[in-house]
């Protein structure tokens, strides 16, 4: 039960991380695209 607790738990940050990286990529983008 534990166990399946905590790999929800990771997966759950590694998509939260994921979007993160996803969204700032995509700011960088846009500012890098106006100059």
């Given at each position: 039960?534990?166990?399946i607790l905590?790999?929800?738990y990771t997966f759950s940050f590694?998509?939260?991380?994921?979007f993160f990286f996803f969204f700032c990529f995509i700011?960088?983008?846009v500012t890098v695209s106006k100059y």
């Open positions: 039960m534990i166990l905590l790999d929800i590694c998509v939260i991380f994921f700011i960088f983008f």
